[in-house]
């Protein structure tokens, strides 16, 4: 333990240098290799499951049952209906959607923004002269992105950051909200989920930012529902009494985009189950 703490302590001063985002991946992800010797790369998709064993036997009893299997057949319906002018999601997406949630979100030159899959989807939607949704923490456009994660599972995540100057600057905006200390409790994201992954908060295990958001959406019996990976870290900034920003935004587009590029190599496992 003792040595963990050491080692992470080391990693903290490391992000205030200038590091390319190949030496950021590979610093990020040794920093828990080293603290966790024993955890497979592969096993990091699981979250705090990943570090907890008594939480993992419920965990895997849970999902032998999926609670997030409705979502996955109502989003694979709302994905092959056609739009009224016959076109359909698929047709917005590389590969026509199958099997390529691991390249998400990805840098789209056109906008110069980062898109998340959500954006494709009502982008997609409104190019097609179809209402967007508003609801983006749950519902509909959650469950069409629990389906195409579901195509997706045990492919290593693949993001890349281009050579392009708008795509660096989106990363570095996400890597700084990453480490930047916020909210009435003055704690970033890494506080919990680096300097301190694998212990207690309350009643929870606090899951290794390695393997954040590959497990998405996620049904959460605290929530009673399928939710957005952003609907998440709107509930990590309210718990340190910060300000949330709104479902899909820049910051948390480029926070998706740093912590999905920390990911390389970790395997899709969404949707999950959590507590
Ligand atoms: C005060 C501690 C704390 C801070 C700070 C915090 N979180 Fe969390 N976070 C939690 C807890 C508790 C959970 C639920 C248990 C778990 O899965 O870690 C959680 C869960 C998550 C999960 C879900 C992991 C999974 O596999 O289900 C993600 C992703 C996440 N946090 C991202 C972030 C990000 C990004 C930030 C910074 C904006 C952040 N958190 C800040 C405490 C924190």
Request: a neutral charge.
């Amino acid at each position: 333990m003792r040595k963990t703490i050491l080692l992470l302590l080391t990693f903290w001063i490391a992000p205030t240098v200038f590091a390319s985002p190949a030496e950021d991946l590979a610093q990020f992800q040794g920093l828990f290799h080293n603290a966790f010797p024993n955890i497979p790369n592969a096993e990091f998709a699981n979250g705090a499951y990943a570090l907890d064993q008594e939480g993992r036997e419920n965990w895997k009893a849970i999902e032998e049952f999926p609670p997030y299997d409705p979502n996955v057949d109502n989003g694979k319906k709302i994905f092959e209906k056609p739009f009224a002018n016959g076109k359909s999601l698929a047709d917005c997406f590389p590969n026509r959607g199958i099997g390529i949630r691991q390249t998400f979100p990805r840098f789209d030159a056109a906008s110069g923004q980062v898109q998340t899959m959500e954006v494709v989807i009502n982008q997609c939607r409104t190019e097609n002269n179809e209402k967007p949704y508003e609801e983006l923490s749950k519902g509909n456009i959650a469950d069409v992105v629990a389906y195409l994660a579901f195509t997706s599972r045990g492919k290593p995540m693949a993001v890349t950051i281009p050579d392009d100057p708008r795509a660096l600057a989106a990363y570095e905006k996400g890597k700084h909200f990453f480490y930047t200390k916020r909210g009435q409790l003055n704690f970033a994201c890494a506080d919990c989920h680096v300097n301190n992954a694998g212990k207690k908060i309350r009643s929870e295990t606090l899951s290794p930012a390695l393997g954040h958001g590959v497990g998405f959406p996620t049904y959460r019996s605290a929530w009673g529902f399928l939710g957005t990976l952003h609907h998440r870290y709107r509930g990590c900034n309210e718990q340190v009494r910060a300000k949330p920003f709104a479902y899909q935004s820049e910051e948390y587009r480029d926070l998706e985009y740093f912590e999905a590029y920390m990911n390389t190599g970790i395997p899709v496992s969404g949707p999950s189950a959590r507590k």
